[in-house]
C-alpha cells in the first residue's frame, strides 16, 4: 500500500479523519463531561430580566394578556418574573425551531473569515451546554446573519416591527413577516410574539464581556407595571 501515491494519501485521510474526529467530538466530550447542563431558570440573568421588564413596559396590554398581573408581593414578583422569563425562553425556543428560523440564520461564530468582527465575539462550546441548544441551534445555512450575539444589538421595538414586516425596515429582505406573531399591529405582541422577542434578546446575553450588555441588575417591577410610552 506504502509503494502507491494513492496508498500514502488514503491512510494520511484516514489519519487526519480521525485525527479531526478525536480533536472536535472526544476531546470537548471528555472536556465537558462532568459540566451541568444548565435549565432555561438557570440562564435568566440580569441582561435577559432587563429584556423582558423591558416587553413588560412596552406592551404592557399584550404582556398582561399573555401573563396575567404579576403579584404585589416584591418577594414573590421576583420569583413570578424570573419563572416567566424562563418558561417563555422555552416556549421561543420552541418556534424558533417550529418556524425554521434556524433554516436561514446560524448561532455559531467560527474563528475564521473574520466572523468575529461581523458579529461579535467567536463561540466557544460551554455556550451549548443547555438546555436551550438541546439539539444545538447551529443552523446550516446563512441566508441571514448569524444571531448568537442578537440579544441587546436592537431594541424590542426594532424586533417586533421587524418580525412584523421585515421589508420595512430592511429593504428588500427575504425574510418572511410573522403577522401570527401579533394580534393585529407590531405594537401588540401575542404570547408567542412576546416569546420570540425574549428568545432573540437570550442570544449572547450570557457572555460576561458583552458589546451590548453590562449585566443590568433586575429591577423589581412594581404591580402596576408603567407604561414606558409618553401618551
Ligand atoms: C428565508 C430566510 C429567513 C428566515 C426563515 C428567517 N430569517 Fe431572519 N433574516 C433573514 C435575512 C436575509 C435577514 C437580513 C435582512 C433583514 O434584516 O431582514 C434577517 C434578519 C433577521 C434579524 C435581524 C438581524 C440584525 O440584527 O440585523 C433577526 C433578529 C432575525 N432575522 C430573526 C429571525 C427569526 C426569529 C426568524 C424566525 C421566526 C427568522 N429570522 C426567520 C432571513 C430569514
Redesign the pocket.
Known sequence: MLESKAGIMLIAGLAFFGLAFVSNAVVPALMYQDLPELTAEQLVNGNLRYQFEDLARRYPEPFEKAYGKPPEEVAAREKWFNQKTADTLRLGRK??VG???W???SQFVRPVSNEEQRFGPVSKSIEYQNELQRPVMFGTRR???D?SR?GG??SNDW?AV??FK??S??EG????E?PWFFDGSPDKPNARGLA?LT??QWLGSWLESYPYYEQYQPTPLPAEIPSSKTE
Open positions: 418556534l424558533y418556524e425554521a428560523c433554516h436561514c440564520h441566508v441571514g446573519p444571531l442578537e444589538r436592537r424586533q421587524h418580525l421585515p421589508t425596515l430592511s429582505s427575504p425574510m418572511p410573522y420570540v428568545y432573540i
